[in-house]
């Protein structure tokens, strides 16, 4: 079945300092694949998002390239910021046979602490 | 706009007890879920609904129904309550389309005693 897999956590840095989440996942089909961010005591907000291979999602000064090669999403970040502490969540939505119903498989999240 | 809108916010049981964890969106999306995050772990799905009248279960059904009679809500029932269950519920909705994310309600953080 599908799987996602991110970078064993909790990460933290110092604010400025570059971000890379990595992340992998195994599929049947050609997924489209999701970064989610859970501010605390809040739910999911898409992140950014891929659907097809090469593709760069990019928002809020975040980045991941859907490498299918490699299959991985690795989210990065040029220089994070204390309002950037959440957990991030990997997820891909399987599209074989447009019988997924958009249903996501996530990854067990990684939780990043920028200090000042 | 609201969006996805969870209620309860907070909740205890007592083991055996039932309960309904209510979910409306007013976005007018056909598919809703219902995941639950546990500590440290992914979120992992429970039910969906792709339409009123039509569900069908997810990776964790157990232990949970769900019924769909309007394309706004998609309540979450829990018969008998056991501490397995303690958990964070998250309902999402989406548009019907093949790259369309979820959007996400605040969640339902439910403790079983």
């Known amino acids: 079945g599908d799987s996602v897999t991110q970078m064993e956590g909790p990460v933290t840095l110092s604010e400025e300092a570059f971000l890379t989440i990595n992340c992998t996942y195994t599929?049947?089909?050609?997924?489209?694949l999701f970064w989610y961010v859970q501010y605390p005591g809040e739910g999911l907000q898409l992140l950014l998002k891929?659907?097809?291979?090469?593709d760069k999602g990019s928002n809020k000064g975040f980045e991941a390239t859907y490498r299918k090669e490699t299959t991985s999403f690795h989210l990065e970040k040029g220089s994070v910021q204390v309002s950037d502490s959440a957990v991030y969540f990997c997820?891909?939505?399987?599209?074989?046979?447009?019988?997924?119903?958009?249903?996501?498989?996530f990854g067990q999240g990684t939780i990043l602490t920028v200090h000042p | 706009n609201a969006g996805v809108t969870q209620t309860p916010k907070f909740r205890i049981l007592k083991i055996g007890q039932s309960m309904t964890l209510q979910c409306t969106q007013d976005?007018?999306?056909?598919?809703m879920y219902w995941y639950r995050q546990d500590p440290g772990m992914g979120l992992k799905l429970i039910y969906y609904?792709?339409?009123?009248?039509?569900?069908d279960k997810g990776e964790v059904p157990n232990g949970y129904n769900v019924s769909r009679s309007t394309t706004e809500d998609f309540p979450l029932r829990l018969e008998l309550a056991a501490p397995s269950q303690t958990s964070v519920y998250f309902c999402?909705?989406?548009?019907?389309?093949?790259?369309?994310?979820?959007?996400f309600g605040d969640g339902t953080r439910l403790s079983i005693l």
């Open positions: 976005m007018n999306h056909n598919y």
């Open positions: 609904s792709v339409g009123a009248g039509i569900t």
């Open positions: 999402a909705s989406r548009l019907q389309g093949k790259y369309q994310p979820q959007h």
């Open positions: 997820a891909l939505s399987d599209n074989a046979g447009g019988t997924s119903y958009g249903k996501l498989t």
């Open positions: 891929a659907t097809k291979a090469d």
């Open positions: 599929a049947t089909g050609y997924p489209s």
